[in-house]
Nanobody, 114 residues
Framework: QVQLVESGGGLVQPGGSLRLSCAAS????????MTWYRQAPGKERELVAR????????TYAASVKGRFTISRDNAKNTVYLQMNSLKPDDTGVYYCKAEDLTYWGKGTLVTVSS
């Protein structure tokens, strides 16, 4: 069965950095575009970043462009999200998802606070 396991979240001060990882299994990872979403308290889940199956094209939400970088390692079935210059508005639970599949992991909590 499809499994997505996010990790790397935590508490960080404004301006800090975190690197999230998502280990995928149960499907042909290298064939799917992968995405990162986040859900802030009291808000709807929103798309943060997307990467094509080969990693050649990456797109970002306007709110994170220039600060976040999505990448993937198809040999390790893992997608990453490098988050720099973090702001309090980046606080939320971060999820990875394979595009066109309906499975979600449990997410990893990122809290940006001084």
């Amino acid at each position: 069965q499809v499994q997505l396991v996010e990790s790397g979240g935590g508490l960080v001060q404004p301006g800090g950095s975190l690197r999230l990882s998502c280990a995928a299994s149960g499907f042909t990872f290298s064939s799917y575009w992968m995405t990162w979403y986040r859900q802030a308290p009291g808000k709807e889940r929103e798309l943060v970043a997307r990467i094509t199956s080969t990693g050649g094209i990456k797109t970002y939400a306007a709110s994170v462009k220039g600060r976040f970088t999505i990448s993937r390692d198809n040999a390790k079935n893992t997608v990453y999200l490098q988050m720099n210059s973090l702001k309090p508005d980046d606080t939320g639970v971060y999820y990875c998802k394979a595009e066109d599949l309906t499975y979600w992991g449990k997410g990893t909590l990122v809290t940006v606070s001084s």
